[in-house]
């Protein structure tokens, strides 16, 4: 992030200082992915990896397309295919859907983040992980109502997609929207975007998809990556995508009642982790405490 | 293609058939959502698969692979019984109502003039009744019986719906369904377009599928018409290129083609194809052709072409027969191809019966290989354990592998699918000692040029006498090739005289040595030279006409005449006078495109038509052809028959051809090549019952990008894919290790168990389907795995001798 973007910041994870406020506020702005023109190509993933030169390892075939299977610290956005069939209507959809951060208007990852700046929104929206200033603890795993934040094994950090908030503030589109080849991903205005959506719902609904619409789901304040999708009805069938996501109630806790008590945990357990690290050296990522990890982000969603 | 890619988005309804656009031409398919999106255009997939083509369709049909003609057979059937055929573009132009012999027929699914010991046909008998003037008749009311509309109309009754059921598995409801919205499109205003690819070239019947493609847009009325066409979606940048520029072993550049043994007489050569009008006042424009030959020998041979040598005539090969891919591999086998160089290509890996590939190339002397990559075939002959098992002591090849650049390190154009040749310019210096093709091929050519200079030879005239004018000899530059190719005139090439003013002096066309302004410039008496008649207008008097980006688009149809360049002539739509009714007009009023405007023919784009032919001569649209007219019956030209007839591949997960249960000669195509020994490398159903095919994913490219890390990370590992019935059947789990055996071969993976790929019932015998996808081997980054043609047949389309990837049958267990 150059020292000028953080003018732009209007939230800051852990922070009671205000934000910069000499800036004029930016034009809030949004991603919106057209699940009826997405073919699956995965020219978004790679680009991505390339924009970011983030890598993940060449991993093997599951049974599925999924490639990567899942997200990771190197895999900022996955597309997860899901076989939808209507047995009444003998109807068989193949439902493709690109996953990745939401970038929430009410960020449950920013809110629940106790280290000060690891996490931050911008004016346009944009919510940004700042690797320098996170200590990996997983709070935004926790708090995140899509399970997107994934913690790295290389350098305990969180990392996730940054709506290319390095293009978006020199003008360009994210890196994804640039290279999708059937216009499945546009990028503009969040106002802009919602009426392209309304046009693209009302296609769909004449080609007999009742159930079409858009995806901003209001418990999380909208989100500034949006889908069109056929059945906005039953937004589980494109792999999950909760029907009516919110922040878990004990990331409202935090911020609440609980806070200087945990703010005192927090301090105990640094203190700990300290003595940890003078007895045994610095800490690996395990894999039990990452799948605890998720586990936990699991069972808030429901 | 007939149309171009961007010209999709004018499309009615988009009909995708034989291949998987989505999957395949990603980047193309963004004008199927374009049409979708602004034009409120349905997109119908018909596949073996439900494919990421069918997962955008409005409305999708399983077909049981390798029976694409017995289904459009029977929309064809559909659409004129009926009434759903475009009468009046049908009568005008095509070629409905000529009347064929007397002799012809077809009976047990065999045409008149079979000879089943060489399985080939004399296709006398398939010729059209003639007048005393040589032209062929024709009945305007297209009742007599002869007549190809009448003709037509009885060869597909057959096709009946049930019959489509039972031969293709198609749900009888659904093939109905689209029937129906095709035959939206009979109308004058609407319009719909066929986009296929090798889901129709690769199979023993390939070429008549596509044709059975092209009835259908004829009988619609949806040729020559923006947002219609047969578009062929090429599988390569510039596989188009390949073709135009005369890659394949019977052609010349430009479709021009090589002589038979027989055709030693150059006058009976050119009056082979020079054909005369078959109707009075068309055009017939290979009558031309003798412009474009002795134009493209002057570009070979200069002064060492002259019309006394016939133009060099007797440097070009005869043919005693093709000498396709298939043919040379099957002379390799027997010891008869000693040399191979290979080019830019990975048989090993991309051509049928590996084991049969890996053993024609271990009996080799020499195997030189040109490519940017180590590909499977430089090291055929290596031990990469289970996925190559072959003794590197047991080979006598002596290979070399000279490194050449990829297409993003040289300038050059590439000619797309759309036929339009697009300049590009190099985006990186390539590694090593790479060096690019014209660099390679030149050094070699001339050193065996200076050995056949120095020491003689059988025939040395062709190779010493062949025009090398570059200015460094042992590296053309693409500049200068593009040139050649373009062509110039040797001397002042001048107008024809004007009939209304013949004293006036002939205008000067272009100077002597000025590139030519286009193929209408090219003259037969040695004046001009061309290296491919059909690119010439590339590189005029003006300069790169393929480096031009001028995207404006004045008309609004999506034909921006000045952004690259397209052949021929820069034309976007062939075909598109037929874009205007007999009278000239626009068949569709909302969509005007090639009209009549009382004294020449314009429009959004280039006419193909003579420009000041007025509607009342009657000059037909189909201008390439002796009729005039397109041809729904070819009474010459095809050698497996005049119509497209279903035949079963050669390798049937069923019993009989329904078509014509009681003829065994009649199954397969039985006019395609099979070589001896192959007919006993076909497997039977008892020992392989499922119905397999081969294709390509969209993560990757053939066998390149598993040599590229990011390709690899977003389809790391090889797999075949199967319906969840047949996993139950077989107790395959999902994700689990598969053995698939074909009679060639087998190879163990990993299942991907899917909803996708459902058993088809074919009257009475229950077809579950395999799906092979083909990038993985083992060279590159990806997870290795086994070359899919392990499993493939060694035979081919009758016409094109294009393997028949798409339909053969295997075997899969738990591995």
Known sequence: ????????????????????????????????????????????????????????????????????????????????????????????????????????????????????????????????????????????????????????????????????????????????????????????????????????????????????????????????????????????????????????????????????????????????GFFHYVKMGPNDADADEEKSDSTAAHQEQK | ???????????????????????????????????????????????????????????????????????????????????????????????????????????????????????????????????????????ETLENPRCVYQ??????????????????????????????????????????????????????????????????????????L??????????????????????????????????????????????????????????????????????????????????????????????????????????????????????????????????????????????VIIDPLATETSEFWKNFGVYNDVDPAKCQTEVFRLPSTCFAEEDGSLTNSGRWLQWHWKGAEPPGEARGDPEIIAGIFTRIRAMYAKDGGKFPDPIVNLTWPYKIPSSPSPEELAMEYNGKALADVTSPPDPKNPKEPPKVLAAAGQQLAGFAQLRDDGSTSCGCWIYSGAWTAAGNQMARRDNSDPFGVGQTLNWAWAWPANRRILYNRAAADPSGKSWNPRRKYITWNGKSWGGADVPDIRPDAAPEEGVNPFIMTAEGVAKLFVPAGLVDGPLPEHYEPFESPVPTNLMSPNNPKAFANPAARVFKGDMEAFGKPKDFPYAATTYRLTEHFHYWTKHSELNAISQPQQFVEIGEDLAAEKGIAHGSKVKVKSNRGEITTVAVVTKRLKALDCNGTKVHTVGIPIHWGFKGVAQKGYLANTLTPFVGDANTQTPEFKAFIVNIEKA
């Open chain 2, 226 to 367: 923006p947002g219609g066409g047969m578009n062929a979606l090429r599988g390569h940048s510039n596989i188009q290129g390949l073709t135009d520029l005369g890659l394949l072993s019977n052609l010349l550049p430009g479709y021009m083609s090589l002589p038979g043994e027989k055709e030693s007489n150059y006058e009976d050569y050119i009056k082979a194809r020079a054909l005369k009008p078959l109707r009075p006042n068309q055009m017939s424009y290979w009558q031309n052709y003798p412009k474009f030959h002795v134009s493209f020998m002057k570009a070979w041979w200069g002064n060492a072409a002259t019309k006394e040598n016939n133009w060099a005539f007797d440097y070009l090969p005869k043919l005693d027969k093709g000498y396709d891919v298939l043919q040379a591999f099957e002379l390799m086998s027997q010891g008869k191809i000693n040399g191979y160089i290979c080019q830019g290509f990975n048989p090993l890996a991309s051509f049928p019966n590996k084991a049969k590939i890996g053993g024609a190339l271990a009996k080799l002397k020499f195997l």
């Open chain 1, 1 to 272: 992030m150059s020292s000028l973007q953080t003018l732009d910041i209007t939230q800051r994870s852990a922070t009671t200082t205000p934000s910069p406020q000499v800036r004029t506020a930016g034009v809030e702005v949004a991603k919106l992915i057209d699940v009826s023109k997405c073919i699956g190509c995965k020219a978004c993933q790679v680009a991505c990896s390339e924009w970011n030169d983030i890598r993940d390892v060449v991993g093997t075939n599951v049974g599925v397309y999924d490639n990567p299977a899942d997200l990771s610290a190197d895999s900022w956005t996955v597309m997860r295919f899901t076989e939808y069939e209507d047995k009444e209507q003998n109807h068989l959809e193949w439902l493709i859907r690109k996953d990745g951060c939401m970038h929430c208007a009410d960020p449950g990852c920013l809110k629940a983040c106790p280290s000060p700046g690891a996490i931050v929104q911008y004016s346009n929206g944009i919510v940004d992980f700042v690797e320098e200033h996170c200590i990996g603890c997983g709070s935004c795993v926790t708090g995140c109502p899509f399970n997107v934040p994934r913690i790295s094994k290389k350098d305990n950090k969180a990392y996730k997609c940054t709506l290319c908030s390095d293009r978006v503030s020199v003008g360009l589109e994210p890196a994804c929207v640039k290279t999708c080849p059937t216009g499945a991903i546009t990028f503009g205005s969040k106002e802009d975007m919602l009426e392209h959506a309304a046009e693209r719902v009302v296609d769909l609904k004449e080609r007999g998809y009742q159930g079409a619409g858009v995806y901003d789901p209001a418990g999380v304040g909208g989100t500034h990556v949006m889908y069109v999708l056929k059945h906005a009805d039953k937004p589980e069938i494109y792999a999950g995508l909760p029907a009516n996501p919110a922040i878990s109630p004990l990331v409202g806790l935090w911020k609440g009642a609980f806070k200087p008590l945990a703010l005192l945990a927090m301090g105990v357990s640094a203190l700990a």
């Open chain 2, 151 to 224: 003709i037509i109309k009885q060869h597909y009754s057959r096709y009946t719906p049930e019959m489509v059921n039972k031969i293709c598995g198609t749900p009888k409801d659904a093939f109905v369904k689209v029937c129906e919205y095709i035959a939206t499109t009979s109308v004058p205003d609407r319009v719909m377009t066929i986009m296929y690819a090798l889901g129709w070239t690769q199979h023993s019947q390939g070429t008549q599928m596509i044709r059975t493609g092209a009835m259908l847009q004829l009988l619609l009325g949806n040729m020559g």
């Open chain 2, 1 to 139: 293609m007939t149309n171009h890619w961007v010209d999709i988005k004018n499309a009615d309804v988009v009909l995708i058939m034989g291949g998987n656009a989505a999957e395949a031409h990603p980047c193309g398919f963004k004008w199927v959502t374009e049409a979708k999106a602004h034009n409120k255009a349905k997109l119908v997939v018909v596949d073996p698969r439900f494919t990421r083509s069918a997962a955008m369709a409005d409305f999708y049909a399983p077909i049981r692979v390798g029976t694409d003609i017995a289904f459009l057979g029977g929309v064809i059937n559909y659409l004129l019984s009926n009434d759903k055929i475009q009468k009046e573009y049908v009568k005008n132009y095509t070629n409905a109502a000529f009347l064929i012999s007397d002799d012809y027929a077809c009976a047990d699914g065999l045409f008149s003039g079979y000879n089943p010991d060489k399985r080939n046909y004399d296709n006398t008998s398939w010729g059209y009744q003639k007048d005393k003037d040589g032209f062929a008749k024709i009945d």
